[in-house]
């Protein structure tokens, strides 16, 4: 209603009292109204037989032609549907009174009247009106309705025994419609064996009561012997000793309401793409076999989890519509694999669940586990192509520790993610410790997030110096974790939690925004012109950000070093994925100076051809090597390949790990140019660094 004009008849003999209404509501409201004043009843009528209806009568009792109920009479009987309020003086009040008995919507004492009060009654007096006219019409729906309903009307008489039967009965059950059933069993007999018993139940549960309502839905019996669904309503009357006497209602035939109910519930409950059960079945069925085992511990069941490996890949690179094949191909190998009584569902996207019933142990999980894996030992046709997918699967056997299905689904992908990590399991059945596991890494992913914003990280460096002469020729720059409660941390005890928490990307830049700072600070202080490199561990991901190479290289502008002297560190992994688009930003960057190690080399899977291709500047031998150097064993031939390698592509080559004098003579001997390694230094703060070079300076001037 707000912001509408209400227009208003106001049916007032006396001008003072009209104009103390006209100013009421002249008031700043939220409505506009539109006063139109008339000073008897004849000229009220021909207002509203000769003009729009109004939204509401203010109608005065004591008019000069006409006085009391007589007045409003005519008014209602003129103006059915319009809101009447009485404007009665106090003497007046029982005949206002009877007024609203007799369909006015309020009364008002004139001299207890204010402009509130009689703009809060305006618009409750429409209100009501407006509800009162929409309850009539949805009244007459509804006995439309009632008429016009496709029921069977039926009537049982106690006395008698007899029954009627509408002509809608036989077309409901398929008799011929001069076939006629008068007796209540000619009902109850075709009432299913698994309905009659609550439909007998339902019409004597309440013998205390003398008229008792009912409603019950059930099959019944078609004469073709099929079973529709009706819906039964009526009223039962019982005698003193609890007897039905007399009952009569309707019966409709619901089977296609059923029909559809069914298939919303199958539509709710199942997956639309796959056809599988969804998450919601899925939990109420582990829900049901969390209740059997309770009662009965030798019920014993597993839940196994799994996801699809490198689906996103599959979606990235051949679209939805393949990642959708893929999923729909697998739901059907699934359940050719699942034994009868067990259940498979899809959780979510690329994530599967299976319900493993009645166990006698682990091993029985362990071979539906293997089917599963067997499955995917064959080639899918996805998008006019064959292509191999593969899973890691988490179990959870039930115990008597568990109280819900979560609980059941936590720790089944719990032994999933454990699956995945491991390189040589591909099945991994849930344990305790992994629970403790998944909260100490919680409680990381806690600590982590408040240390960015604690400032508790911090950059260290080791130096990188020269096999001959252990003359330092560049830092490395370490990311260190000044945790406090657990003292200084490596990345190898967080890193994992950093990357899955995307914050790698994050700590990365500004990682290289320190080393890059304090590499101009120590060229100004300690090296007056000799070359210092700074290297810095990145992630390819970091390359995959839009405008990551401009970025970069305005650091190292802002910075003030030269762009040679910084080099970036990545691992063959992180060279190899999304190839092109880091290829292209890598040589974006060595165009403009900056250099590229490749980090861990001999761990991975780098090619000679791609070496080429990607003209990286040095080769990081990995710890591995080094750490199992002695005479001429496999680790020399390697690092002697490595490093006649960089020779002929003039590639530098540095070796990492180095920890004893006999792995530094033998690198010299395998005339490796560069190394670091504890042997030398460990990573160190900025200022130990900084001295390292101080006393290095010294000893050359």
Request: hydrophobic share 40%; with cysteine; aromatic share 8%.
């Amino acid at each position: 209603m707000n912001g509408e004009t209400i227009d208003v008849l106001l049916v007032e003999d006396n001008p003072q009292e009209a104009e103390i209404v006209r100013l009421y509501l002249a008031k700043k409201y939220t409505h506009n109204y539109n006063i139109r004043h008339v000073r008897s009843i004849s000229a009220a009528l021909t207002e509203l037989a000769s003009r729009e209806q109004p939204s509401v009568v203010l109608l005065d009792l004591h008019l000069p032609d006409t006085q009391g109920l007589e007045g409003f009479r005519h008014v209602s009987g003129a103006a059915p549907g319009v809101p009447v309020i009485i404007l009665t003086n106090c003497n007046e009040e029982s005949t206002a009174a009877s007024a609203v008995r007799h369909g006015a919507q309020d009364y008002l004492i004139k001299r207890e009247v204010n402009a509130a009060l009689l703009h809060r009654a305006i618009l409750y007096a429409i209100e009501r009106q407006r509800s009162e006219q929409a309850l009539i019409k949805i009244k007459e729906r509804y006995a439309l309705a009632v008429a016009g309903a496709n029921d069977c009307i039926w009537d049982w008489d106690a006395m008698s025994d007899t029954a009627y039967f509408s002509p809608r009965w036989n077309e409901l059950v398929g008799l011929a419609p001069d076939i006629v059933n008068d007796r209540l069993r000619d009902w109850f007999e075709r009432v299913h064996p698994e309905d009659i018993g609550d439909l007998r139940r339902l019409l004597r549960a309440n013998p205390d009561v003398e008229r008792q309502h009912f409603e019950h839905e059930h099959r019944l019996r078609h004469d073709n012997g099929e079973y529709i669904w009706v819906y039964a309503r009526g009223v039962v009357l019982h005698d003193v000793q609890g007897e039905p006497t007399r009952m009569a209602g309707s019966i409709s035939g619901i089977t296609k309401r059923k029909e559809t109910e069914h298939e919303l519930i199958h539509r709710a409950l199942h997956d639309p793409l796959t056809g599988l059960p969804n998450r919601v079945l899925f939990i109420d069925r582990l829900q049901q076999a969390l209740r059997r085992y309770k009662r009965n511990n030798a019920l014993r069941f597993a839940v196994l989890y799994f996801d699809l490996d490198r689906f996103k890949f599959v979606n990235d690179s051949l679209g939805h519509s393949a990642g959708d094949s893929l999923l729909i191909s697998t739901a059907r190998r699934l359940m050719s694999v699942i034994r009868p009584g067990d259940t498979v569902a899809r959780m979510g996207g690329d994530e599967f669940a299976v319900l493993v019933s009645d166990i006698d142990d682990e091993s029985d999980t362990a071979q539906v586990a293997e089917r599963i894996h067997n499955l995917f030992q064959q080639e899918f046709s996805i998008a006019g192509r064959g292509m191999y997918t593969s899973a890691s699967i988490g179990v959870a056997v039930a115990t008597r520790h568990y109280e819900s299905p979560e609980e059941l689904l936590r720790d089944a992908d719990l032994a999933m993610y454990r699956a995945k990590r491991s390189e040589t399991e591909n099945t991994v059945i849930f344990d305790t410790t992994m629970h403790q596991a998944a909260i100490s890494r919680l409680n990381m992913e806690t600590d982590l997030r408040r240390a960015v914003a604690r400032g508790e990280f911090v950059v260290y460096y080791q130096p990188i110096v020269t096999v001959q002469d252990q003359r330092i020729v560049a830092f490395e720059a370490l990311l260190r974790w000044l945790h406090p409660d657990k003292g200084l941390l490596a990345p190898e005890s967080f890193l994992p939690v950093v990357e899955d928490t995307g914050m790698l990307a994050k700590l990365s830049w500004w990682v290289l925004e320190q080393a890059c700072r304090q590499a101009r600070e120590w060229r100004g202080t300690f090296v007056n012109g000799t070359p210092l490199g700074m290297s810095v561990n990145v992630s390819a991901g970091m390359f995959r950000a839009e405008h990551a190479a401009q970025r970069l290289k305005s650091i190292v502008v802002d910075s003030g070093i030269r762009p040679q002297d910084l080099s970036l560190e990545l691992t063959e992994r992180d060279c190899m994925d999304h190839e092109e688009a880091t290829q292209a930003t890598l040589a974006e960057l060595r165009r403009f100076g900056i250099r590229i190690h490749m980090d861990d080399f001999g761990t991975g899977y780098a090619s000679l051809s791609y070496l080429q291709r990607c003209a990286y500047d040095t080769l990081k031998i990995d710890r591995s090597f080094v750490q199992t150097l002695g005479g001429e064993g496999e680790s020399a031939a390697i690092i002697k390949t490595i490093v006649g390698l960089g020779e002929m592509l003039n590639i530098n080559v540095v070796a990492e790990g180095v920890e004893s004098q006999a792995q530094l003579d033998a690198l010299a001997s395998l005339r490796c140019p560069e190394a670091q390694g504890f042997w030398f230094s460990r990573p160190v703060t900025s200022s130990e660094a900084g001295e390292m070079l101080r006393r290095a300076h010294a000893r050359q001037h």
